[in-house]
């Protein structure tokens, strides 16, 4: 993630919880170092953003509490619908957008008052739904197939066959099906110029082309 990317997302997360991050906390989230952090938090004061740190337990970095975005028409009802849902789909990895919509849940957080936020978390916990997990993905494969379907950009990737045999291939993204227990990539074959339908937890490695 660049750096213009991730103050933004930083910022966003922050935004979403009233109560104090750890910079080791935010490292792990963002995948940089700590010193990276402490930068980005500098940035992120330099812009004018009132980012205090507060000391002892529950302490950490957050957004001052009469810093708050403009008004958005979400109930802490519909809030944690969302959330909910977001948490049901990243959880069964039916989807390729996790990061992405980590950070659209982090604005749905955002965009309330401490008081409906309470009143989100005491609702979430009580919102359970059970599904079959689908295979696991690494986060790598997602973003590239992720960049790929948004940028239409050519997806270079390493797939393992339902036989066992590894190939290469170089395919457009032009559709995704998401079923219960796993997700089909639908693309076109550069190489045979043909349809294709790719599980996506088949994908070893991928690589948007433009990257190459």
Avoid: H
Wanted: aromatic share 6%; hydrophobic share 40%.
């Amino acid at each position: 993630m660049k750096k213009k990317s991730r103050l933004f997302a930083l910022a966003e997360y922050l935004r979403g919880r009233r109560t104090g991050v750890t910079a080791e906390e935010l490292a792990e989230r963002f995948g940089v170092t700590v010193r990276t952090i402490y930068r980005d938090l500098d940035a992120l004061r330099d812009a004018a953003l009132p980012v205090r740190a507060d000391r002892g337990r529950g302490g950490g970095y957050a957004l001052d509490k009469s810093y708050t975005l403009p008004p958005v028409n979400f109930t802490a009802r519909e809030a944690a619908v969302l959330l909910a849902a977001g948490r049901y789909m990243t959880e069964l990895r039916i989807l390729p957008f996790a990061d992405t919509l980590s950070a659209a849940l982090d604005k749905v957080r955002g965009a309330l008052s401490t008081s409906a936020q309470r009143e989100l978390a005491d609702l979430v916990e009580k919102l359970q739904l059970v599904g079959v997990p689908a295979p696991r993905v690494e986060a790598t494969v997602r973003r590239a197939v992720e960049r790929a379907w948004f940028e239409g950009t050519p997806l270079a990737l390493r797939y393992r066959r339902s036989d066992g045999v590894l190939t290469e291939r170089t395919v457009r993204v032009t559709g995704l099906v998401m079923e219960r227990s796993m997700t089909l990539v639908v693309c076109d074959d550069l190489g045979k110029g043909e349809p294709r339908q790719l599980r996506l937890d088949r994908i070893e490695s991928a690589t948007a082309a433009a990257e190459t």
